[in-house]
């Protein structure tokens, strides 16, 4: 069997492919169990990447949603189950210690938009489509796509995407906040991957402690403003900073080592 998820490194860079253009790379289970092993188990080894990109083969599709035929036979306990799981993937891939995005090359659908959405950035085709239709299936987004929806555009367009379960182009995306950036299709692995080494010019250290951060400010769980003073002096003793710092000084570009 052709591996459902591709892998390839270049330039430090880990980019996954979903890999099932068929089914329109609809997450089944064995994607969501390959995700968790390289994200949750992190089989990823963080410490030779300057991050992660992750698209879907084909023009068509990035994630046109999960694989619906295997929600036949569905009951309660065995949903919720499914849905934790799913939550706890894409958690992991929100808090993964270096930049991860989105490329959505096409329809963004579902577990497909909630997968975008967990990765740190978004970049889209100018064909790409979104949009959380499970009302229509008589379910909610499972993946945690009414919990970063509203962060990402909003309660109110939140609402309005997913109580009316219609798909928005990527300029209403982008206008909405819910991606980055959008660029022609054909460029899109080049400006994901530039947009990568772009970031990774800036010291790795401070790098994960903004990405843990930002996060901390919507966990109720984690004091925001304490999270930031701690991590903030922290790096003030990093080879990092000094190097970051003497390098400002003496007018040259800086050559972090993440230590």
Known sequence: MTDQIQQAVSNHILTLTINRPKALNALNTAIMDRLQILFVDKEIDVTSLKGVIITGSGEKAFIAGAD?????????SIASTLSRKGHQIFRA????PIPVIAAINGFALGGGCELAMACHLRIASDTARFGL????????PG?????????????GRALEMILSGKMIDARTALSFGLVNKVVPQDDLLVK????????SGNGPLAIQQAIQAIDAAYDQQIDGPEFEMEAFGHLTNTQDFKEGVTAFVEKRKPSFEGK
């Open 143 to 155: 993946y945690a796509g009414t919990q970063r929806l509203p962060t990402l555009v909003g309660k």
């Open 133 to 140: 239709p499970e009302v229509s299936l008589g379910l909610i």
């Open 93 to 96: 891939i929100e808090c993964f």
């Open 68 to 76: 619906i035929k295997e929600f036949t036979g569905l009951d309660a």
């Open 192 to 199: 994901a991957t530039e947009w990568v080494m772009e970031i």
